[in-house]
Every structure is written in structure tokens, then in C-alpha cells.
């Protein structure tokens, strides 16, 4: 697909500003958002996640609780996260219908849930969190004299119907945004939703966790939106999550390949997919601090002034290795078709591979919106052991080095490998591409690697 970035002499160029969860927290977090949007009048579109924790409580809903007393203190908590907000608005009438029955609705689906869940009703009971907090946003821009509108983006982010981890549809969002939402930029901001969804029969999808990052580079590319702004509680991008090496320093600019990178090997600041509706369409993608937006953040663009060999270090946790042994594999064809022949039959999306002469390691794709470490399907086991010894193993993660020409720069993965002497990765992966090296580690070796490693490397 490609259509030129409109920034024409007609139109004026739209930001789309994105919100997560802590920058919608609760009232005060809500506020600083409001400010940051009404200092830039170029924002028309803003899209938030769900109160901080939100999602997390609806998440263990629709996994079935079936204790009643438990199921209720849950559902209280979620009253109080968004009562609290209520009680701080000077005018909560025009919204306290709508957010009742919201809260409403999360009850009725819970108790479903602990009945039968399913991938569908999950989508259906946690897509409440992003329907309740832009209420609740919308509420607070217009108490702060902003003309918001909120808008329901099921509206317009039609994806397909693989619940918990739906595919947008890219064509279609834009037919369909350019339709209902254009006529409102005119004379609005208009609220809406991250992360959620819905397939052609109007039944509610989300995008995964995490997923109001991708919604919201989704929605920059359906308007030709000249700038993405993600607004998260740290400013910007880091050579590693701060939360594991304090010493982890702000990146001011880096391109979209290396930070395509980091996201999909788990810096957890911007979700996997996001990058890739900003590159199709190249948006450039700017990260900052709704805490703090005049400690400024990262820019992502196409070119960027410094390609360092080492950029940053990223952690992705609750990976499955799944180890095939054959002695069949040994100078013989087809044994590898077969495996993937196999996993393609029972939708066994695969992420990392290495292969020797006897065996093939593989590590299977993240999880949907449920949560949990990937499983592999009783089929798929049972059918691959027909075939070859099969070994399952869990409670690891992968820990990734991002940087440039890393496989083509004599001696750069030596400090790497020095590190890994006193741990016992499972797997490593190197050279496949030049912007990355990546090892599998046991999960109580995870952050003891990573601190090690960014030690070495960045401090
Ligand atoms: N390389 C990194 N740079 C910055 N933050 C990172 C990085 N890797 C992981 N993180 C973590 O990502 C967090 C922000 O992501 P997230 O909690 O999903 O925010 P939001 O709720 O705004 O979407 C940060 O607080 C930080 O701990
Ligand atoms: N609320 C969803 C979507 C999301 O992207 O949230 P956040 O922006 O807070 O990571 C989740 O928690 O998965």
C-alpha cells in the first residue's frame, strides 16, 4: 500500500497523540494529558488505553473468576479507579449513565466468564477499560474548554476475527476514518480508543497488550497524520528499560529499523507492531513523558545522524523453546517442511529458529490478549512427535542487542560473549540480521544478563 503523505497546501498537518495507561492513571494524570494536547493545536486525533491496572483486573475477569467474593472485590476496584476521576470532574452528569452501564456490562460478562470463557468474550469484557477511561478523558478536555469529541473507533479499526490478537485492515480503516472522522477535525479533538477493535460483523476485537501504541500509528497512517506522539511515563527511549539498569541513558533519535527492533525483541515502551504503519507511511514517531514533556523524549524517523554499533539492549519474557530431535534430519530433505507443515496446520506461529544437523530449536510467538506463555497445542505435539523427539521448555526469555552492522564489525560480539561465559544461554541467534544478536536465557538469569551486559556495553 502506499499513499503520499498528504501535508498538502490544502490541509493542515494532524498529530496524533497516543496515551497509555499511567498518563490516564487517574485525574491529576488525566490533566497533564489535557494540557499537553492544548499545547499543540495540531493534535486532532487522541487515542488512550485504559486507566493504569484496568486492564489487568479485566483480564483476570475474563479468564473465569469463580469466587464470588473475589469476583466482587475486583469489580469494586474497578468502580473506584474510575469513581475516583468522576469525583474530581466539576460536571460528571453528562457521562455517569454511560459509565454505569459500562460498569454494568463488565459485571454481567465477568460472571459469563466464570462460567465459560472463551478468546471472543475476553475482547468483549476487557475492550470496557478503553470504553470507560475516554469517557471519563473526554469529560475532563471539555472542562478544560477544549472542544473533544469522543468516538467509538470500532467505528472505523475493522480488523479480522482472531480475537485477543486481531489483524487490522489497513484499506479498510482508511476508507472508513476518512469517512467519519475528517468532517470532525475540522472543529474538534476527538477521544477515542486504543487497542480495541471490531471484524465485519461489528463483534469487539483487541490488538493484543499493548496494542493502543499500534492503534494509535494505525489511525496516523488512515489520516495522513504528518507526526505519532506516544506519551508514556518515561521520556523517551532508553538503552535499556531504566527499571532494570538505572544507569540506562535517554536515546535522542533513533531510526525506525533499530527501534522496529527493539519493540519487537520487548522494550515494553512501544508495542511490537507500531512502527510499521509509521514506516509504510513514514510518519515520524515521537516518545515522551506526560510527567514530564520538558525533558523532551526520542524521535524515530527514517535517517538519523549516528548509527552506533551498539544502540540498546532489550528484554522479552515468557518465551517457549521448543526443541525437535530427529536423527532423520541428518542429510536428508523434507524433515523441515514437514515440522513447518505441522505447525502451520495447528496456526503455530513461530518467532526464532536455529538448526543443527540432528535438531531445531524454535521459539513460538508472543501471547494474545489472555496473557500467559505461549502454549504449544496438544495437535501440534502429539503430530510432531509422530515425527521426532520433541522437547518443550519454558520459564525462559529473550535478551536482545540492538545496533548496526553488528554481524559485519570484527570483534563486536566478543564483550557479548564474555558476559555469557557466567550464564547458560539456551540459544542464540546472530547474523540473520545486522541490527541484532539474541540469546535465550533462563528467566532467573534475565535481568542479571541484561545489567551485566549494559554495564559492559552502554555505562
Ligand atoms: N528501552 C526502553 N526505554 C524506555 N522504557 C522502556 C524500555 N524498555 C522497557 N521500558 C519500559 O516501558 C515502560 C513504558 O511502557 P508501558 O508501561 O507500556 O507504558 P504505557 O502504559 O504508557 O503504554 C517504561 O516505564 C519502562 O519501564
Ligand atoms: N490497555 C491495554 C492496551 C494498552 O496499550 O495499554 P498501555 O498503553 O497502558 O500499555 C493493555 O493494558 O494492554
Known sequence: MSHVNHNSATSPPLTVAKFGGTSVADFSAMSRSTAIIQNNPQTRLVLISACSGVTNILVELANGVTDSVHRLALLTRLTDIHQSVISQLQQPSPILEAVNSLLDQIATLAEQAALHTS????????ANGELLSTHLFTQIMIEQGINAVRFDIRD??????HFG???????????????????LFANHVVVSQGFIGSDAEGKTTTLGRGGSDYSAALMAEAIDAATLEIWTDI???YTTDPRIAPKAKPIKEISFSEAYEMANFGAKILHP??????IRQ?????????KAPELGGT?????????????????RCNQTMVTLTSLNMFHAYGFLAEVFRILAEHKVSVDLITTSEVSVSLTL?????????PKLPQGALEDLTKLCRVEVEQDLCLVALIGNQMSNTKGSVSKVFNTLEDFNPRMICYGASPHNLCFLVKEHDAKPVVKELHRKIFE
Open 365 to 373: 510467538d508472543q501471547t494474545d490478549t489472555s496473557g500467559g506463555t
Open 273 to 278: 507492531s507500531t512502527l510499521r504503519p509509521a
Open 282 to 290: 513514514q510518519i515520524p514517531v515521537f516518545v515522551g513523558s506526560s
Open 119 to 126: 478468546a471472543e468474550l475476553t475482547d468483549q469484557l476487557v
Open 165 to 183: 490478537r486481531a489483524i487490522p485492515q489497513p484499506e479498510v480503516i482508511r476508507q472508513l476514518s476518512q469517512q467519519a472522522l475528517n468532517p
Open 156 to 161: 472505523v479499526m475493522r480488523t479480522d476475527s
Open 299 to 315: 524521535w524515530i524517523r527514517e535517517s538519523v545522524s549516528a548509527a552506533p554499533l551498539f544502540r540498546a539492549l532489550a528484554l
Open 235 to 237: 521520556p523517551g527511549m
